[in-house]
């Protein structure tokens, strides 16, 4: 039995990632803040470890209690990040430094898994090509746009100069499925008849079921090489107007108003959205940094390598996603009414 522990398990992601290693037999440890809702963790199986990743100390203090003197975890998962912020550097502070902090802490302890799988993004490369609409591959150099991104690829960096330690990296695009928020505002939208976009040129958008992105999780921790680096994406894109539709169909709407802002309009708004929620202390999903990310074009990838190496093949297509994420959607919004 693998003993497996998942740093960042309590938001969209970890709560599935938790379940996928009990369904499959794992010892489970779940690493959460004080502050961490459990409300997707509430397995009676689950080992919690409470972290202060500002901390350094701290983390590694916790790290050798934990567990009996001599035994360690076999594999981590690192999942912990933040993806808005009120300010960017905590951008920094929060996807970088708490990494730097917890592996040099794992290294001092003797903590070392003989896997770290480290949850990256497709963001840490930056714009792609938007003429040919090439899409990504392992050969795409980065060059992020994004405060976000930035802090995503010095996370990369910080890895990759560590030749000792067991990494592997995955770079997921859009990840969606039930109880995340940012494509249920957009499925909220076309639920009112609305679909809003930003731009007027051809845009190609990808994503991945959140079920095949955990399950591409643990196939990597058994299978892949170390020291590799996996774009993690369904194996075609789509364009906006092919995303309104299956949304509409699953939701029943046959009226639905595309409404596309362009660039500067959007930006402003941006702006705004940003500015607001810094006076609220409360990020904003609308903001500068999120602009660049509606802005870009070209989202298409390529996930050769992750077939190769680990046999890495998405079963849920974004029209049955979409159709269990609308499934959930309904159910909360029957419950509240």
Not at 274 to 298: A, F
């Amino acid at each position: 039995m693998k003993r497996v522990l998942i740093i960042g398990a309590g938001g969209f992601i970890g709560g599935f990632i938790a379940a996928e290693s009990l369904r499959r037999g794992y010892e489970t440890w779940v690493g959460v803040r004080e502050s961490t809702s459990r409300h997707y963790l509430t397995d009676e199986r689950l080992h919690f470890v409470t972290f202060d990743y500002d901390s350094a100390e701290s983390i590694g203090s916790v790290l050798k209690s934990a567990l009996p003197e001599g035994e360690k975890w076999d594999w981590i998962i690192y999942n912990l990040g933040a993806t808005k912020v009120t300010n960017y550097s905590d951008f920094n502070r929060i996807n970088f430094g708490y990494l730097r902090s917890f592996v040099e802490e794992l290294e001092a302890t003797g903590m070392t898994p003989q896997r770290f799988l480290y949850i990256s993004s497709l963001s840490a490369l930056g714009p792609v090509d938007e003429k040919t609409y090439q899409p990504y591959t392992s050969k795409t150099i980065p060059d992020p746009n994004t405060k976000y991104g930035m802090s995503k690829i010095k996370s990369e960096t910080l890895l990759e100069m560590k030749p000792d330690f067991p990494w592997i990296i995955f770079r997921p695009t859009g990840v969606y499925g039930p109880h995340e928020k940012d494509y249920l505002m957009m499925i909220k939208c076309i639920d009112s008849h609305w679909d809003f976009g930003v731009g007027f040129r051809k845009q190609l958008l990808t994503f991945i079921y959140v079920d095949d992105l955990v399950e591409a999780m643990f196939e990597a921790l058994e299978k892949a090489p170390l020291h590799r680096k996996y774009i993690i994406s369904e194996d075609r894109a789509y364009t906006q107007s092919e995303f309104r539709r299956i949304v509409a169909d699953k939701l029943g709407k046959k009226f639905v108003i595309p409404l596309r802002l362009p660039l500067w309009m959007a930006k402003v708004a941006s702006v705004v959205a940003e500015k607001y929620g810094i006076l609220k202390m409360k990020p904003s999903t609308l903001n500068s940094d999120k602009y660049k990310i509606m802005k870009q074009r070209n989202w298409s990838a390529d996930i050769s390598d992750s077939r190769r190496d680990f046999g890495f093949n998405p079963k849920v297509s974004l029209e049955k996603g979409i159709e269990l994420t609308v499934e959930e959607y309904r159910r909360n919004k029957n419950r509240k009414n």
